[in-house]
């Protein structure tokens, strides 16, 4: 699966984007976050208030309770502000 993190969530995790292979029980958002945050410190960093941290899966904005089940790229970034 195919990670991309955008904005300062890739300036704390130190690259824009990476492939993984997630344990069979990570299967929705929030379980993908939480797991995310336990892979080193600049995750940590990054994701130390998942509840504010925005998802889309393959291109489409979604929930955190939502199925990552079969999804090919996910994509992490901050809450945005207009202007």
């Not at 990570?26 to 336990?38: A, E, R």
């Not at 925005?54 to 199925?67: C, K, L, P, Q």
Request: aromatic share 8%.
């Amino acid at each position: 699966m195919k990670l991309i993190y955008f904005a300062w969530v890739r300036e704390r995790i130190g690259k824009e984007q990476e492939d993984v292979d997630l344990p069979e029980n990570i299967q929705t958002v929030s379980d993908l976050l939480n797991w995310l945050k336990q892979q080193g410190e600049e995750y940590e960093n990054a994701l130390q208030h998942p509840d504010v941290i925005r998802v889309a899966i393959n291109h489409e904005h979604v929930s955190h309770d939502e199925t990552i089940i079969g999804a090919q790229e996910i994509a992490l970034f901050p809450p945005m502000t207009g202007g």
